[in-house]
Nanobody
């Protein structure tokens, strides 16, 4: 049974930083491309960053230079370091494989950035 458990969210001021974690189980983590997604209030879920099995990373334009995705295969965990946070980064953040397994979304972790 696949499980994804996100953590690390919270309330932060504009310009602050947070580090999100996502622990995966039930998958062969080391061979999977992993991704972070986010869903802001009233908006659709969107892709934020991806990391391939070999460590190659990609970010969407809105977070490039501010967010860094990384992974620890020994811990089956993917991270998202978020710096210089902006109010528009406020959202619930989720991790999943890429392409996402639509049956396996976790509960996410809420990030709120105050202005």
């Amino acid at each position: 049974q696949v499980q994804l458990v996100e953590s690390g969210g919270g309330l932060v001021q504009t310009g602050g930083s947070l580090r999100l974690s996502c622990a995966a189980s039930g998958i062969i983590f080391r061979v999977k491309t992993m991704a972070w997604f986010r869903q802001a209030p009233g908006k659709e879920r969107e892709l934020v960053a991806t990391i391939g099995a070999g460590g190659f990373t990609k970010n969407v334009d809105s977070v490039r230079g501010r967010f860094t995705i990384s992974r620890d295969n020994a811990k089956s965990t993917v991270y998202l370091q978020m710096n210089n946070l902006k109010p528009e980064d406020t959202a619930v953040y989720y991790c999943n494989t890429l392409p996402p397994d639509m049956n396996v979304w976790g509960t996410g972790t809420l990030v709120t950035v105050s202005s």
